[in-house]
Nanobody, 125 residues
Framework: VQLEESGGGLVQTGDSLRLSCVAS????????MGWFRQPPGREREFVSS????????NYAESVKGRFTIARDLLESTVYLQMTSLKPEDSAIYYC???????????????????WGQGTQVTVSS
C-alpha cells in the first residue's frame, strides 16, 4: 500500500489549494482515508476523514466550513479542497489510511496504518 500526496505550495492568506493523495497497491474503495497535518514544532493533528463507504466525513473544528474532503474511486484518489487559507494552516499535510473496512472515529493518528510522505503547505500573511 502506497500513498502519495501532491498539491502543496506557497499561497497567500485567503487563497485556495487542493491537495491530492493517490493510493496504489490495494482496493481503494474499502479503505477509509484521512488527512492530518503537522505544523512546525507541533504534534501531528487531525484535519479530515472520509469513511470507507464514503457516506461519512469528519472535520477538525479549525477547518470546518473551509476544507472539504472528497474521493474519486476510479482514480483511487482522495482530495482535500482548502479555501480561505490562514497562516495557521501552514504545515506538512499527510494522507493516511487504516486497515480495510475500518469503522472507527478516524480522528486519531493511532487508527491509521498507512501514511504518505507529506506535502508542504505554507500560507503567508
Amino acid at each position: 500500500v502506497q500513498l502519495e500526496e501532491s498539491g502543496g505550495g506557497l499561497v497567500q492568506t485567503g487563497d485556495s489549494l487542493r491537495l491530492s493523495c493517490v493510493a496504489s497497491g490495494r482496493t481503494f474503495s474499502v479503505y477509509a482515508m484521512g488527512w492530518f497535518r503537522q505544523p512546525p514544532g507541533r504534534e501531528r493533528e487531525f484535519v479530515s476523514s472520509i469513511s470507507w463507504s464514503g457516506d461519512s466525513t469528519n472535520y477538525a473544528e479549525s477547518v470546518k466550513g473551509r476544507f472539504t474532503i472528497a474521493r474519486d474511486l476510479l482514480e483511487s484518489t482522495v482530495y482535500l479542497q482548502m479555501t480561505s487559507l490562514k497562516p495557521e494552516d501552514s504545515a506538512i499535510y499527510y494522507c493516511a489510511s487504516p486497515e480495510p473496512a475500518y469503522a472507527g472515529a478516524l480522528n486519531l493518528t493511532d487508527e491509521y496504518k498507512y501514511w504518505g510522505q507529506g506535502t508542504q503547505v505554507t500560507v503567508s500573511s
